[in-house]
């Protein structure tokens, strides 16, 4: 099993919505950038000689405040799995960083693993007599936030961390819904829409069951909502889609792609016109052309009554005998 790349994830997230990941989570800092001027820099690798260990900042952003002369710096620093003294780690980076450029600098920890902890967003050095430091950033724990309170905002990065959110195993297949219909209002170019269902998907995994379940909620709704969501779904995995072909050409894995194109075609029209998902499956299984099916599945999504329906699968069977 692939080990998930939690840093290449976020960094790409981040990096192409970081306007946006701002004013969702840190407004008052929104208000006062000028993100008409947002320059990412190059990775910094800081070694500590102490524990022999070497630590890459992850996000660097070099912008300036609105009205004010002078360049900043913002760091956002990732963090997937627990570690002792994270605190003392982001003091390190800022002042490494502030050694370097000598601006100032704006630190935020994103803490996106599953657990629920309080982590600590000060690092203090004093004395009885005096005290010598208090380093303070910002941070954000994703597993504490409630999915909920996210789901009306048109806001990219909100969609894409749905699936770190804090949520019930029964919610799953809420919070996916929930994320499409989010993709679907905001209707991003196909390139950012593949970027966040490949992020959402990748923390938030659907069983056969629980797919099962989604689709008969996407056939409770309106029509046109759910043309519009499938078109977005189509969209994003059109990529992985042609991918997948040329590994099931190489590996002989054809046949599986063009099963799995049925069964979302027996889903839709047994979730949105009410039809037997056997008898569709029927004639579905005289089309053996992916091509044929990806068409027919496209024009689903457009038929308004199970008739039409029924008429654009079956003159696509027609045509290819």
């Known amino acids: 099993m692939n080990q998930i790349d939690h840093d290449r994830l976020f960094k790409e997230l981040l990096e192409t919505f970081f306007t946006e990941f701002i004013e969702l989570f840190f407004p008052a800092a929104a208000q006062a950038i000028d993100m008409g001027h947002i320059k990412f820099l190059q990775q910094e690798l800081f070694?500590?000689?102490?524990?022999?260990?070497?630590?890459?900042?992850?996000?660097?952003?070099?912008?300036?405040?609105?009205?004010?002369?002078?360049?900043?710096?913002?760091?956002?620093?990732?963090?997937?799995?627990?570690?002792?003294?994270?605190?003392?780690?982001?003091?390190?980076?800022?002042?490494?960083?502030?050694?370097?450029?000598?601006?100032?600098?704006?630190?935020?920890?994103?803490?996106?693993?599953?657990?629920?902890?309080?982590?600590?967003?000060?690092?203090?050095?004093?004395?009885?007599?005096?005290?010598?430091?208090?380093?303070?950033?910002?941070?954000?724990?994703?597993?504490?936030?409630?999915?909920?309170?996210?789901?009306h905002h048109n806001n990219p990065v909100a969609a894409a961390l749905l699936s770190k959110m804090g949520f019930k195993p029964e919610e799953k297949v809420r919070v996916k819904l929930e994320f499409l219909r989010m993709l679907a209002r905001m209707q991003l170019d196909p390139a950012r829409m593949e970027l966040l269902g490949g992020f959402f998907e990748t923390y938030l995994k659907l069983s056969r069951?629980?797919?099962?379940?989604?689709?008969?909620e996407l056939g409770k709704m309106d029509a046109k909502e759910v043309a519009t969501i499938m078109q977005v779904t189509t969209s994003w995995h059109e990529k992985?889609?042609?991918?997948?072909?040329?590994?099931?050409?190489?590996?002989?894995?054809?046949?599986?792609?063009?099963?799995?194109?049925?069964?979302?075609?027996?889903?839709?029209?047994?979730?949105?016109?009410?039809?037997?998902?056997?008898?569709?499956?029927?004639?579905?299984?005289?089309?053996?052309?992916?091509?044929?099916?990806?068409?027919?599945?496209?024009?689903?999504?457009?038929a308004d009554s199970a008739e039409e329906a029924r008429a654009i699968l079956w003159d696509a069977v027609g045509k290819s005998i």
């Not at 069951?209 to 008969?216: H, P, Q, S, T, W």
């Not at 997948?244 to 063009?258: K, L, S, T, Y």
């Not at 949105?272 to 056997?278: E, I, N, S, T, V």
């Open 240 to 302: 992985g889609r042609i991918e997948g072909r040329i590994e099931g050409r190489i590996e002989g894995r054809q046949e599986g792609a063009v099963e799995a194109k049925r069964d979302d075609i027996c889903k839709y029209m047994a979730a949105r016109f009410k039809q037997d998902a056997d008898s569709v499956l029927k004639k579905a299984k005289l089309l053996n052309d992916l091509d044929a099916l990806d068409r027919v599945l496209t024009e689903l999504y457009s």
């Open 47 to 151: 070694t500590d000689i102490t524990a022999g260990q070497k630590h890459q900042v992850d996000i660097l952003v070099e912008t300036r405040l609105k009205g004010e002369p002078g360049l900043i710096l913002v760091h956002v620093e990732p963090q997937s799995y627990i570690q002792k003294d994270f605190h003392e780690r982001m003091f390190i980076y800022f002042s490494r960083l502030y050694e370097k450029y000598r601006l100032k600098i704006i630190p935020v920890a994103v803490f996106s693993y599953d657990q629920i902890r309080d982590e600590p967003d000060t690092f203090e050095l004093s004395f009885p007599f005096i005290a010598v430091l208090r380093f303070h950033f910002y941070k954000l724990e994703l597993k504490k936030l409630n999915w909920r309170d996210y789901i």
């Open 209 to 216: 069951e629980e797919e099962e379940k989604l689709y008969a």
